[in-house]
């Protein structure tokens, strides 16, 4: 079992950055690729960003590209996701995931959650 803890989450005006924090604990032994997805309200969680477990390999979705940067610590067991020039269609909630696979297309393990707001 792999427990996913968020935090860094809160309000920002457009333009702003936010940088988000996900602490793993439990087997955190395993090599596990890491990565965000979000949800915003009345929408489908959509793909955020992923990366290996050697920090090697990152993909970040299309929309993302340019504006977020996923990267990793594992001395720390933490995954980060640096959001620069937040749109207030980045307002969503943002979920933590590991998964043995890079593939990443359905994580098995996942967080709580942060909330990010974005206002205009």
């Known amino acids: 079992q792999v427990q996913l803890v968020e935090s860094g989450g809160g309000l920002v005006q457009a333009g702003g950055s936010l940088r988000l924090s996900c602490a793993a604990s439990?087997?955190?032994?395993?090599?596990?690729?890491m990565g965000w997805f979000r949800q915003a309200p009345g929408k489908e969680r959509e793909f955020v960003a992923r990366?290996?477990?050697?920090?090697?390999?990152?993909y970040h979705a299309d929309s993302m590209k340019g504006r977020f940067t996923i990267s990793r610590d594992n001395s720390k067991n933490t995954v980060y996701l640096q959001m620069n020039s937040l749109k207030p269609e980045d307002t969503a909630v943002y979920y933590c995931?590991?998964?043995?696979?890079?593939?990443?297309?359905?994580?098995?393990?996942w967080g709580q959650g942060t909330q990010v707001t974005v206002s205009s």
């Open positions: 990366i290996s477990w050697s920090g090697s390999s990152t």
């Open positions: 995931a590991a998964d043995p696979s890079l593939v990443f297309t359905r994580p098995v393990y």
């Open positions: 439990g087997r955190t032994s395993s090599r596990y690729a």
